[in-house]
């Protein structure tokens, strides 16, 4: 069963807290992103990973890091610098060739409390 | 600076009625423009997509047209369901594994 796999499907942190978002495909795709969506919002992109041990900041990158060690796996901690970390966190990966079409995993929604 | 413009922000149709949602893009460069369908809680499903080699490309009810001179592409959804109520995100992308730019999405409505 191919797909992308986020864990856990809800998550709560108290302020000032570090809390690290599970992302895993099994697509064999080489590239992996990640994006926050915020309530009525469109997708913001915080990282991405174009290959193994290599990822660049995207658009809203602060208080957020990244490591892709693995091609499979691609986790995003959301650190206590993060200010507003309450969103809806998306994975998304694609193929390095041909195809364009990226897919998008079910999702992360992460509350602070 | 948006690189996809979308609009409108939110949209209510009749049942059985067209659904239109714009976009429009500035970067000549890109070359695959995809639709992506979100439902609530649930992460964006690939919809329809098309190259800038055709102006018009089909699917069941879902239809892309693509107006390369004026760097425009819309979504036609025809006979518009409920269940066609969703969030929709246009995008478009350039060659590798840069990411896709997104438009900020339209808020579907179908009303019985």
């Known amino acids: 069963d191919g797909g992308i796999t986020q864990s856990p499907k809800y998550l709560f942190r108290k302020e000032g807290q570090n809390v690290t978002l599970s992302c895993e495909q099994n697509l064999n795709h080489d590239a992996m992103y990640w994006y926050r969506q915020d309530p009525g919002q469109g997708l913001r992109l915080i990282y991405y990973s174009q290959i193994v041990n290599d990822f660049q900041k995207g658009d809203i990158a602060e208080g957020y890091s990244v490591s892709r060690e693995k091609k499979e796996s691609f986790p995003l901690t959301v650190t206590s610098a993060q200010k507003n970390p309450t969103a809806f966190y998306l994975c998304?990966?694609?193929?390095?060739?041909?195809?364009?079409?990226?897919?998008f995993g079910p999702g992360t929604r992460l509350t602070v409390l | 600076q948006q690189q996809v413009k979308q609009s409108p922000q939110s949209l209510i149709v009749q049942k059985g009625g067209i659904s239109i949602i714009n976009c429009a893009y500035e970067?000549?460069?890109?070359?695959?423009f995809p639709w992506y369908q979100q439902f609530p809680g649930k992460g964006p499903a690939l919809l329809i997509a098309i190259r800038p080699d055709v102006s018009e490309k089909k699917e069941g009810r879902f239809t892309i047209s693509f107006n390369k001179s004026a760097k425009q592409f819309s979504l036609h959804i025809m006979d518009s369901q409920p269940g066609d109520s969703a969030t929709y995100f246009c995008a478009a992308h350039h060659s590798g594994n840069t990411p896709l730019v997104f438009g900020k999405g339209t808020r579907l409505s179908v009303i019985a």
């Open positions: 970067n000549t460069a890109f070359d695959y």
């Open positions: 998304a990966s694609k193929d390095r060739g041909t195809a364009d079409t990226q897919y």
